[in-house]
């Protein structure tokens, strides 16, 4: 029997292997300057510097300790893994009712595309739809890119 692949994706429809957040990147980089900070600026601790450096080495520390909670716990703030465990289901995406359900309004008005994985899912298979943005995902793809853009 062939191993069964993990895929970071959250319940509610996101593939989280394509946010910076999901995939580790924004606990890696914030890791890495407080590392080079604490090596190659610690003397700002001692002088003014237009801002506090205390407050600035621990809001990295915060940040490279942080976690998506729905990747982490059990329990998400909206009530997506208890629904899908309830229906049986890997994802929100499984269910029919996922264009109009209010636990997804967040994901659907933040992350758009999730209705295009809905319809792959529909049509094809969660797994394929888990292949596919995997794929995206090494190519990548940052689900968050769409709301650079939006910014004005």
């Given at each position: 029997m062939g191993e069964v692949k993990e895929y970071p994706y959250g319940v509610c429809g996101v593939y989280c292997?394509?946010?910076?957040?999901?995939?580790g990147r924004i606990r890696f980089f914030a890791k890495e300057l407080?590392?080079?900070t604490d090596v190659y600026l610690r003397w700002m601790e001692n002088v003014e510097v237009g801002f506090?450096?205390?407050e600035f080495r621990d809001g990295l520390r915060v940040i490279s300790d942080w976690?998506?909670?729905?990747?982490?716990?059990?329990?998400?703030h909206v009530g997506n893994?208890?629904?899908a465990r309830e229906k049986g289901l890997r994802s929100c995406l499984e269910c029919g009712e996922?264009?109009?359900?209010?636990?997804t309004e967040y994901?659907?008005?933040?992350?758009?595309f999730v209705l295009e994985g809905f319809a792959k899912v529909q049509s094809d298979s969660f797994e394929a739809w888990l292949e596919e943005e995997e794929r995206r995902a090494k190519a990548g793809v940052d689900m968050c890119a769409h709301l650079f853009t939006r910014q004005t």
């Open positions: 292997g394509q946010c910076a957040s999901g995939n407080k590392r080079l506090d450096y205390k976690r998506c909670n729905c990747l982490d716990t059990e329990d998400c893994k208890q629904c996922f264009p109009n359900c209010e636990r994901q659907r008005g933040r992350y758009p």
